[in-house]
Structures are given as structure tokens and as C-alpha cells.
């Protein structure tokens, strides 16, 4: 079996324009306006090891190390180096490139949680892996699918520090014990494809990327504008449904401040509607997400994508059911591993159409999402979106 990269699509007309925008581009039009997700795309795939990145609250931010052109600016870019503009999910028309190369067509108006062949509601069928993971534990089931049948050597997820077990930092997940030791969600933010490097240290060239939309859309956007080898390593994408992720502070400041939660007597959290919260001494715990917005993520507020419409597969526990996962079949790739999986029972399946408050759900907060991304930028993600419905009082409600 052999897995190879989509072929690029190429323009339906005329000769393609060179691509020349590098790191002072990237910088004026992305990480100074806000677009920037911090999701470290730009960082993994830099050739030069130039743009530096700060893995804590307040930052997720790239930043250039080299200071002789200032920090707006890059000598490698000024020479012909144009990698960083090429793997961000954010820079220009993004995602027509990345529905291009994958699909050969851009999404229709409609399509609010993007192009799809397939919605299933999942469950993993070995107990531990439903057990440990989140929701159905799709994902955990399908990392170890992949790795047992050789379609990836690892996967770059998000773990947590030795001292800490609810701040994330991103590992590199190599077998079944790595997989179940970092199942499980975070909703704070971990920028998973820095684990690249740890990759690149021990010869791993064939991986899988677990991550939100805002990470998952690198790889297809780095490989329509031909970024070369620095794509290769990514051979299936895992996207995880995301409205938003919070700064860690929202632990001392909300959770233990106003409800004596502290985060280490937690076991573990979800979001469906509410933000969830079980405790080691077995009490159940719901907080209201509107108490929790001020402690939203900077990169997260302009980010257009709740549905990881770029990714192989995208997965969420949206619905009724805490037991099942919804699972979005993007691509033939996506498709192929699925099925495979339901055909030899390691996952259970039934039509996601069956709830239809998850289908209501994927499309709303998809709307939602959509909603934030700024007028400024290119226009693509806010095709077909309907606007706000208007209050009573005639006013539009706020955004969050």
C-alpha cells in the first residue's frame, strides 16, 4: 500500500503567477491583523529555523529570530525564500487552495462546514479506547488503526507536562500506550505540528496531524502553492470540530476562583453547550460558556473554521450523545480508512443524520464561526454566509 499526496490542481487558466510573498508579507498581512491562529504551520516549515514561537498563554504567536532586516522583515525572504507564506492556513486565499487540492472544486455557498463525502456518528469497539477517549474515542481508535496498519509511523497530538496534567504541550504519539496516555480533549491551546521536530530528530517521515482547523488546513494550503518536501511528512489529517480555545488562566481565575474547582482535582471536561467539568471525587460540575469568553484565545476570535473542513477526517462529540463522535468523511483517503475501520469492527457506525441536533449544531456553529472572519480579509470563508438574525429590539446580536 502506498499513500501519495493529491495532485495540485492546476489554474483553469493562463500560466500561474509566481509566488513571492515571504515573512514581511506574512507579518503585515496575518500576524499583525489578528488572522494569526498560532497554529505554528510557518515555524515547523521554515528551511532556516528563523521564526521562533512561545508555547504559553498570551503568546502563540510566531515571531522571526533574525533582527538584521528588523523583525518585519527576513534576509532569507529578501533572497527568494517564500516557505512561511506557503504553509500558512491564513495567508491570502487560503482556502480555495486547500479545496482545490483536495477537492478540484472550491466549496459551494452552502457548504457551511465544508466539502464532505460522508457524516457517520462513531464509537470506538475496544472498551479502552472508548473509555479514555474523548466522546466515542474515534480518534484514539483510529491512531492506533493507523499505525497497526502501517498508513503512519506516528502522530503529532497534544500531551500534557509531567506537573501539569491539563496544560497541554504537543508530543509525539509512536504506539498504543503514547496514544492512550494523550487521549482525551484540552480546551486550552496546543499548537500540535511542533512535534514536527521531534519527528525530524528520530527519522520519522510518515505522520498523521491531529488538530484543529486552524492546523489542519496547513499541509493541503503548503502543498497547492508547491512548498516542497516540508509537506511530505503530513499523510492524514485528524480534524477536530473547534469554536474556540481558552487561555490557561481561565483555570485560577473562573473554574477555582468563582466554583473552588481546581484543576487538579479535575479528571476530565467537555463542552456540549455547557462547559463540563467532572472531578476526581466523582461530582459533575456545568458552567455557563458566556462566563467563560473573556478568557477566550486572541487567535482563536477571527477564526472562521469550526468544522476542520480541510482535514482527512473531522470529528467532534456534537449531539446528543457523549457516547458517539461525530465523524465528518472528507476526503478519498478519509473515506478508504473508514471504512476499512467499520468493515473489520474497530469502530461502530451509524448515519449522523439519525441526530439531528448534531446535524443542526454542524451547521450553525459553522455559521457562527464563519461570522468572525473579518471584512478585511480574502472573502472566500464568508461566502453564503446568511447574516445574523436581528433581536427584537432590532439590533443584531453580539458576536463571541
Known amino acids: 500500500m502506498t499513500i501519495t499526496e493529491p495532485a495540485a490542481v492546476p489554474p483553469a487558466t493562463g500560466k500561474a503567477e509566481r509566488w513571492t510573498a515571504q515573512w514581511k508579507e506574512l507579518y503585515a498581512e496575518v500576524i499583525t491583523t489578528g488572522l494569526c491562529t498560532g497554529c505554528a504551520g510557518c515555524v515547523v516549515t521554515c528551511p532556516h529555523d528563523v521564526i521562533g514561537y512561545e508555547h504559553a498563554e498570551g503568546k502563540y504567536i510566531p515571531f522571526h529570530i533574525e533582527e538584521e532586516l528588523g523583525l518585519d522583515n527576513c534576509i532569507h525572504g529578501e533572497k527568494g525564500c517564500t516557505t512561511c507564506t506557503r504553509a ?16 478540484g472544486r472550491v466549496r459551494e455557498p452552502d457548504e457551511m462546514a465544508g ?56 508530543v509525539l504519539a509512536r504506539n498504543k500506550e503514547e496514544i492512550l496516555a494523550t487521549a482525551g480533549s484540552r480546551y486550552t491551546y496546543c499548537a500540535n505540528p511542533l512535534a514536527l521536530r521531534d519527528a525530524k530528530e528520530q527519522g520519522l517521515t510518515r505522520l498523521a496531524l491531529v488538530g484543529m482547523g486552524c492546523q489542519t488546513s496547513s499541509p493541503p494550503v503548503m502543498w497547492d502553492r508547491k ?40 479528571a476530565k471536561m467537555n463542552i456540549k453547550g455547557v462547559f463540563q467539568i467532572w472531578m476526581k471525587d466523582g461530582s459533575y460540575h456545568e458552567i455557563n460558556l458566556k462566563e467563560c469568553h473573556a478568557w477566550t484565545r486572541e487567535g482563536c476570535k477571527n477564526c472562521p473554521d469550526f468544522a476542520a473542513e480541510h482535514a482527512d477526517v473531522s470529528t467532534g462529540g456534537i449531539g446528543e450523545d457523549n457516547d458517539w463522535t461525530l465523524t465528518i468523511v472528507r476526503t478519498e483517503l478519509g473515506k478508504e480508512v473508514i471504512d476499512r475501520m467499520i468493515a473489520d469492527g474497530t469502530i461502530i457506525a451509524r448515519p449522523a ?48
Open 88 to 103: 500558512c492556513p491564513r495567508f491570502r486565499a487560503w482556502e480555495p487552495a486547500a479545496d482545490m487540492h483536495l477537492f
Open 115 to 170: 466539502i464532505w463525502q460522508d457524516l457517520w456518528l462513531t464509537r470506538a469497539a475496544n472498551d479502552e479506547q472508548h473509555q479514555k477517549g474523548q466522546d466515542g474515542g474515534l480518534v484514539t481508535a483510529m491512531l492506533t488503526w493507523l499505525i497497526d496498519h502501517d498508513y503512519i509511523e506516528a502522530a503529532m497530538v497534544s500531551g500534557v507536562e509531567d506537573d501539569d496534567a491539563w496544560k497541554a504541550k504537543p
Open 227 to 266: 512548498a516542497g518536501k516540508v509537506g511530505k511528512p503530513f499523510l492524514f489529517n485528524i480534524g477536530l470540530l473547534c469554536s474556540k480555545t481558552f487561555d490557561d488562566a481561565i483555570f485560577p481565575e473562573l473554574f477555582e476562583a468563582k466554583y473552588g474547582l481546581k484543576k487538579q482535582d479535575m
Open 353 to 400: 443524520q439519525e441526530d439531528k441536533e448534531a446535524m443542526r449544531l454542524l451547521r450553525l456553529l459553522s455559521i457562527v464561526s464563519r461570522r468572525r472572519w473579518p471584512e478585511f480579509a480574502d472573502r472566500a470563508p464568508a461566502i453564503g454566509v446568511p447574516p445574523p438574525k436581528k433581536k427584537a429590539d432590532g439590533t443584531a446580536p453580539a458576536a463571541h
